[in-house]
T-cell receptor
C-alpha cells in the first residue's frame, strides 16, 4: 500500500521569507500524481499544486513550487514571499491507480 | 459557480444514535468522494461514487457506515449507532470524473461530535 509521510508537524516562517515543507512517499507504481493541499481554519481543502510523476519538470504556481525527486520519492513544497494568508495546514497527497492517500499534515504559521 | 456544499456544518449526537450527513457536489461533476479527518490527522478515504457505477466502499471502517448518491447528484453518508470514535470532520469532494487529472474540489466538511 502507498504511504505518505510528512515529518514536520509544525513549521513557522517570517512574513516575506521562504519556507519549504517536506514530503516523502512510498510506492511501487511508476505512474502517479502528487499533490499539495492547503486547509485553512475554514476546513475547506484547496489544491495548491499538482505534479505528474512522468514529468521531470517541477511544477510551479506563482509563489508555490515543488522539488520533485522521483528516485528519492520526495516531493517538497516551497513557498516564496510568505504571506499571512498562507497560514494553514498543508497536506501532501499521492494518487496512483487507487484512491488519494494523504500525509498527516504540516501546520504552517506565518509570523508578521 | 457554487462549490461543494455540506450540511450540517456541525453535528452533536449521543452515542448510539444514527446520523446523516449531506453533500451537494458541483453541478456536472460525476465523481463524488467522502473522507474522514480525525483530530490532528490527514484525510482517510471512505467511499467514492462515479456516475452510475457501483461505488467503491473499500474505505468504510465498519458496516455501521453507508452512503448513497441519488440521481447522480446529492449524496448522504449515514452512520448508524454512532460511537465516540466516530467523532471527526467528514469531508466531501467532487470532480468532473474519476481520474487523477481531475481536481477534487472539497466542501467545508461536517464536524461530528459523539458524546
Amino acid at each position: 500500500a502507498q504511504t505518505v509521510t510528512q515529518s514536520q508537524p509544525e513549521m513557522s516562517v517570517q512574513e516575506a521569507e521562504t519556507v519549504t515543507l517536506s514530503c516523502t512517499y512510498d510506492t511501487s507504481e511508476s505512474d502517479y500524481y502528487l499533490f499539495w493541499y492547503k486547509q485553512p481554519p475554514s476546513r475547506q481543502m484547496i489544491l495548491v499544486i499538482r505534479q505528474e510523476a512522468y514529468k521531470q519538470q517541477n511544477a510551479t504556481e506563482n509563489r508555490f513550487s515543488v522539488n520533485f525527486q522521483k528516485a528519492a520519492k520526495s516531493f517538497s513544497l516551497k513557498i516564496s514571499d510568505s504571506q499571512l494568508g498562507d497560514a494553514a495546514m498543508y497536506f501532501c497527497a499521492y494518487e496512483g491507480a487507487q484512491k488519494l492517500v494523504f500525509g498527516q499534515g504540516t501546520r504552517l504559521t506565518i509570523n508578521p | 459557480g457554487a462549490g461543494v456544499s455540506q450540511s450540517p456544518s456541525n453535528k452533536v449526537t449521543e452515542k448510539g444514535k444514527d446520523v446523516e450527513l449531506r453533500c451537494d457536489p458541483i453541478s456536472g461533476h460525476t465523481a463524488l468522494y467522502w473522507y474522514r479527518q480525525s483530530l490532528g490527522q490527514g484525510l482517510e478515504f471512505l467511499i467514492y461514487f462515479q456516475g452510475n457505477s457501483a461505488p467503491d466502499k473499500s474505505g468504510l471502517p465498519s458496516d455501521r457506515f453507508s452512503a448513497e448518491r441519488t440521481g447522480g447528484s446529492v449524496s448522504t453518508l449515514t452512520i448508524q449507532r454512532t460511537q465516540q470514535e466516530d467523532s471527526a470532520v467528514y469531508l466531501c469532494a467532487s470532480s468532473l470524473a474519476r481520474h487523477r487529472q481531475e481536481t477534487q474540489y472539497f466542501g467545508p466538511g461536517t464536524r461530528l461530535l459523539v458524546l
